[in-house]
């Protein structure tokens, strides 16, 4: 049975305010090797004033494999900059490395959190991916 069976429902209520539909699980999707392969997740896309939205639910990506002990909930935007070939982003990490039961225990007020932080961003608000992600967590 998927870990996600307690809130899947929530996930696409919430798609649903949001104009587009729950993604599930992602097959052969991570580039970094087999043992990167076939793990759950969950995602909701959407775009919105010309930049693309995202909440995903994924677990931690090892050196060497997918560790579902440790998961992550964060709120993702980004827009292809015009001149170049770089995105600029806007990250919130609402959950980062925990036990999955604590985003079961906290689904509704995760979703507002996110929602709230993606649907209120400005295209002012997103920075280079580089600045962003420039030093390792």
Known sequence: MSVFAQIDE???QFAAVQHTVLTRDRENHWPGGLGH????????????????????IQPDFGSMA????????????WQKET??????VAELRLVSGRPFSEIEARIDELLTEAGN???????RDL????????SPE
């Open 10 to 12: 929530r996930l696409v």
């Open 37 to 56: 392969l076939g793990f759950e997740e969950r995602r909701v896309d959407w775009q919105r004033d010309g930049f693309n939205l995202a909440v995903i």
């Open 66 to 77: 997918v560790d579902s002990s440790k998961w992550h909930f964060y709120a993702l935007a």
């Open 83 to 88: 001149r170049g070939s770089g995105k600029r």
């Open 117 to 123: 932080y993606l649907n209120g961003l400005q295209a």
């Open 127 to 134: 920075r280079p991916q580089n600045e962003l992600w420039e």
